[in-house]
């Protein structure tokens, strides 16, 4: 099964950034936007995993958020990837906690290593997707685009989330969630 590990978003900020991101559907075209139900933070895309590793990765999980305190995340500002003339992705930036979410990808990095899974190659960048280019296509950002009105929630558990593809895009079931150390 296709899989992922990430922290999941509050219904009210996954409300308010489904606001943006409708501010946003007239002036960028040929975009596939993602559903407000879907948003969340990856920490790690796992691809395909056996049904027979997911207790050992839940272990991971829950190993790497039990040495972490709940913490506040931020999210700020639009951006590109890999940049704002050639975009592939629309993304929001993390603004206060990315510290934390970083300790989190390493630590998880590491635990997972332990398993089998490979390191990233890329540098962790913490983000929040909202949009990916459609294959073959090309976009034009325009010059002026609304603001996006900071949210903070907090971070106090991590989930390990299987990722069904449709034709009418993913559908994420969580399988298992860690909860972070509340001392």
Not at 83 to 89: E, F, G, L, M, T
Not at 114 to 120: A, I, N, V
């Amino acid at each position: 099964m296709r899989s992922f590990i990430a922290v999941e978003l509050p219904e009210t900020v996954k409300s308010a950034i489904g606001d943006y991101i409708n501010s946003l559907l007239e002036l960028v075209n040929n975009l596939n936007w993602v559903a407000p139900a879907n948003l969340h933070l990856t920490l790690k895309f796992l691809g395909e995993v056996k049904e027979s590793d997911i207790e050992g990765i839940s272990e991971c999980v829950t190993k790497t958020v039990s040495e972490f305190t709940p913490f506040v995340m931020g999210l700020s500002h639009i951006g590109f990837f890999p940049s704002r003339r050639n975009p592939r992705v629309i993304w929001l930036g993390a603004d206060g906690g990315e510290d934390y979410l970083i300790d989190l990808f390493h630590d998880l990095e590491n635990h997972l290593e332990e398993l089998g899974f490979d390191r990233e190659s890329r540098t962790f960048s913490p983000h929040l997707t909202i949009g990916r280019i459609k294959r073959h296509q090309k976009i034009t950002v325009p010059e002026y685009l609304p603001e996006f009105s900071p949210v903070t929630f907090d971070v106090d558990n991590v989930a390990l989330m299987k990722s069904t593809l449709t034709p009418k895009g993913p559908v994420y079931e969580k399988l298992f969630e860690g909860g972070m150390n509340q001392k």
